[in-house]
């Protein structure tokens, strides 16, 4: 089993619809979370950490589940500018803070 | 300086020769990584280092990949005798290296693309 999984996509969703990707990870000590996006031919940049009361920013929601171990991330009314890759990133588990990405989700939010 | 700065950023060489990559992290910052990411695929960990602790290598993906870190700050990731399979954008990261629930991620620079040619 991969350390981090994720459906690579794509995702054709129209402007305005809700969705949802989910990332699963393998090692249960883990402390630290994030989704990154990643813009074509773009580094890689922090949307937000997910925290494990869950976490809102507008319209993207992060939610972690310890017990199944996995991660997600609702994006709401879907814009053209959402399109990107979805970065899922998990780690830091015993005070060592390596931290694993995922292959990414790609979002291609269309007219 | 304000982020993670990378030089070159972009880089052409002739296969068999070697090259030297440069990442500048953010001041403060104690963890870096680096990365390397082929077109249209994932990232791949290269090599992390944490403050004084031994780097971790586990990623180098051949003897001809090595990286240090001098003074706890500026990384320099060298390719030697490069082979066209090692085309990519090579990307660098620093984090605060705190480890708990208020982490602020790691903010990566721009890059370096090579081309082995």
């Known amino acids: 089993r991969k350390e981090v999984e994720q459906d690579p996509g794509p995702f054709n969703v129209p402007e305005g619809a809700t969705v949802a990707f989910n990332c699963t990870y393998s090692n249960s000590a883990s402390q630290s979370f994030f989704w990154y996006r990643q813009d074509c031919r773009k580094e890689p940049k922090l949307l937000m950490s997910?925290?494990?009361s869950g976490n809102e920013d507008g319209r993207f929601t992060a939610q972690l589940n310890r017990a199944s171990q996995y991660i997600s991330l609702l994006i709401r009314d879907s814009k053209l500018s959402d399109s990107a890759t979805y970065l899922c990133v998990v780690g830091g588990s015993g005070g060592y803070q390596k931290v694993t990405f995922g292959i990414g989700t790609k979002l291609q939010v269309i007219p | 300086g304000a982020g993670v700065s990378q030089s070159p950023s972009n880089k052409v060489t002739e296969k068999g020769k070697d090259v030297e990559l440069r990442c500048d992290p953010i001041?403060?910052?104690?963890?870096l990584y680096w990365y390397r990411q082929s077109l249209g695929q994932g990232l791949e960990f290269l090599i992390y280092?944490?403050?004084?602790?031994?780097?971790?290598k586990s990623g180098l993906p051949s003897d001809r990949f090595s990286a240090e870190r001098t003074g706890g700050s500026v990384s320099t990731l060298t390719i030697q005798r490069t082979q066209q399979e090692d085309s990519a954008v090579y990307l660098c990261a620093s984090s605060t290296g705190v480890v708990g629930e208020v982490n602020y991620g790691y903010t990566f620079g721009s890059g370096t693309r090579l081309t082995v040619v």
């Open positions: 997910v925290y494990s």
């Open positions: 280092f944490q403050g004084n602790s031994a780097p971790d």
């Open positions: 001041s403060g910052h104690t963890a």
